[in-house]
């Protein structure tokens, strides 16, 4: 019996998560965002405004895919995204994100 998903395919996954997740990184610093990893409990932080400063807030103690998760929410957000230069894999996993 086969696995459902090989090795290969979870590495592939995870490659693909840590590079959106520093593509994503990058992006948000372009649009002004301070990245700020935290240890946060159960939350799982998201975009903020401290002193006029705007901030999008990881919890460090998740997985990269949940800090993915809350990048691309908060990128997603903004309608300043549209016009920034991205890869396709990102602009798809922006576009499938609910404003």
Known sequence: MEPLISRKDCGDRMSDTLGL????????????????????????GGPCRVGGHERILLNVDHAPAEQLAV??????????????????????????TDR
């Open 21 to 44: 997740l520093e593509e994503s990184r990058h992006l948000a610093h372009q649009l002004g965002y301070e990245i700020c990893e935290e240890s946060l409990g159960d939350l799982p």
């Open 71 to 96: 990048l691309i929410a908060a990128l997603a957000a903004d309608p300043r995204v549209i016009g920034e230069p991205k890869s396709r894999l990102l602009a798809e996993r922006l576009a499938q």
